[in-house]
C-alpha cells in the first residue's frame, strides 16, 4: 500500500470509545456534522435543512457559485476522533455510522478517499508512526491487530525497539493486569484515529449544487443519558429542559414508566454543527428539524431561537445569514429507542476504502 504524506489509506479501522469502563457505564455519545470546504469567498451556502433524530440524520444543502467562473475544490466529511484503549473494553465502535451515503444532485456518490490520520493531543503523529515502520493498518487496528499486540498476554509482539520509539514519544500509556500471580505492566497504545472522506466537487459559475447525505448518528445508551430520577446527580443544563419537562421526566419515573436498568429512557444526539463558518456568509437560510418516534418524547435543546412544534413528532426553527457559534447536543427523553437497536445500528461499521 502506497503511503502519501500525511495520508493514510485503509480498509478497516477498529476503534473503541474510552467512555465505557464495565457494563454497567453509559455508552457517550460522538457527534458527526455537516461536509466542510476550503475557504473561499466565491461559494456561498444558499440553503441548509438539517433534520435530526436519534434513528437517522438528514442534510440537505444548496450551495451557489457566485463568481464567474467554475470551480474544483476539495470537498470533506470528516468522522469523529476516536480514542484507543486497552483490550478489556466491552463495546466496540466501528468509525463510519451506519447507512452513511451521500449524493451530488440527487446521483449518489461513489468516487471518494478515505484518508485515516493519528492525532494525539491535537498534534498529528501520522508521520512519527510511519517513520517507526508502521503501516496504516497497524495504526489504525491497534489494539485489535494479533501482528502487533497480543490480547490474551497483553504483550506488544512488534519489536522492543520499536516499543522503546513509542514510550520515549509518549505514544504509549502503560497499564497493569493480573496474570493470576501478580500485576504486570504492559503498554498500549495512545493516540487518536480520526477518518475523512474527501472528494473533489465542481461548482459551474453562477450554479448551483445540490448536495445530501445521510446517517445513523452515533447515540447514547444508560447513564450517560438516561433520566435517574429527581435526587440524581445528573446534569441536564446543557439540554435547557423547562420545568415542565422536568416534572414530566419525574412522573415517568415515579410510575415506573419506559424504564431501563438505570431510569426514564433517555437518547442524546450531538451534531458538529459549526463547519457551516467555512462557507461565504455562513448559512443564508437554515432551517432546524428534529423529529420524534413519539408524540410524548421530550425534546431538549439549547438553541439560538426556540423550536415550534408543527406536528405531532416534529419540532423545528428557521434562521437567516446562520453563523453557528456552537454545536449541537440534542436530548430525547422518554426515547423509543431500544437496546437491540443501538447495538445493531448505532455502533457503526467498517469504512469503506476509496483510492
Given at each position: 500500500m502506497k503511503l502519501e504524506p500525511g495520508i493514510?489509506?485503509?480498509?478497516?479501522?477498529?476503534?473503541?470509545?474510552?467512555?465505557?469502563?464495565t457494563a454497567n457505564d453509559g455508552f457517550g455519545q460522538l457527534g458527526a456534522g455537516g461536509i466542510v470546504l476550503e475557504k473561499t469567498d466565491d461559494i456561498a451556502m444558499a440553503k441548509e435543512i438539517l433534520d435530526i433524530g436519534y434513528d437517522k440524520i438528514t442534510v440537505e444543502y444548496e450551495f451557489v457559485n457566485e463568481s464567474a467562473k467554475a470551480i474544483q475544490t476539495t470537498v470533506s466529511f470528516p468522522l469523529p476522533k476516536y480514542p484507543l484503549v486497552n483490550c478489556e473494553a466491552p463495546f466496540t465502535r466501528?468509525?463510519?455510522?451506519?447507512?452513511?451515503?451521500?449524493?451530488?444532485?440527487?446521483?449518489?456518490?461513489?468516487?471518494?478517499?478515505t484518508q485515516v490520520f493519528a492525532w494525539q493531543n491535537g498534534k498529528d503523529v501520522t508521520q512519527e508512526l510511519i517513520k517507526m515502520g508502521f503501516t496504516a493498518n497497524d495504526i489504525a487496528l491497534q489494539p485489535y491487530n494479533e501482528s502487533i499486540?497480543?490480547?490474551?498476554?497483553?504483550?506488544?509482539?512488534?519489536?522492543?525497539?520499536?516499543?522503546?520509539?513509542?514510550?520515549s514519544k509518549?505514544?504509549?500509556?502503560?497499564?497493569?493486569?493480573?496474570?493470576?500471580?501478580n500485576l504486570v505492566d504492559y503498554n498500549v497504545p495512545e493516540w487518536d484515529v480520526q477518518i475523512i472522506y474527501q472528494w473533489q466537487?465542481?461548482?459551474?459559475?453562477?450554479?448551483?449544487?445540490r448536495v445530501k447525505h445521510s446517517y445513523t448518528?452515533?447515540?447514547?445508551?444508560?447513564t450517560a443519558s438516561d433520566f435517574l430520577g429527581s435526587g440524581s446527580t445528573q446534569d441536564f443544563k446543557p439540554f435547557c429542559l423547562t420545568p415542565r419537562q422536568k416534572l414530566k421526566l419525574q412522573q415517568l419515573y415515579a410510575q415506573k414508566k419506559n424504564l431501563t436498568a438505570f431510569g426514564v429512557n433517555g437518547t442524546i444526539v450531538d451534531y458538529i454543527l459549526q463547519t457551516a463558518n467555512s462557507w461565504k456568509d455562513g448559512i443564508r437560510d437554515f432551517t432546524l428539524r428534529i423529529h420524534t418516534?413519539?408524540?410524548?418524547e421530550i425534546v431538549g435543546l439549547c438553541f439560538d431561537k426556540k423550536l415550534t412544534k408543527v406536528k405531532p413528532n416534529l419540532y423545528e426553527v428557521k434562521l437567516s445569514h446562520y453563523h453557528?457559534?456552537?454545536?449541537l447536543s440534542v436530548y430525547f427523553g422518554n426515547s423509543q429507542l431500544t437496546y437491540s437497536e443501538f447495538e445493531k445500528k448505532s455502533l457503526g461499521k467498517l469504512p469503506d476504502l476509496r483510492q
Open positions: 493514510l489509506l485503509t480498509l478497516a479501522v477498529f476503534v473503541l470509545n474510552p467512555e465505557v469502563s466501528y468509525p463510519q455510522p451506519n447507512d452513511f451515503a451521500i449524493w451530488i444532485n440527487a446521483k449518489k456518490l461513489s468516487d471518494f478517499k499486540i497480543n490480547c490474551d498476554g497483553h504483550e506488544f509482539v512488534i519489536s522492543e525497539e520499536q516499543q522503546a520509539d513509542l514510550k509518549g505514544l504509549t500509556k502503560t497499564y497493569q493486569y493480573n496474570n493470576g500471580k466537487q465542481l461548482f459551474p459559475a453562477k450554479s448551483k449544487v448518528p452515533f447515540v447514547s445508551v444508560g418516534r413519539a408524540e410524548d453557528p457559534n456552537k454545536d
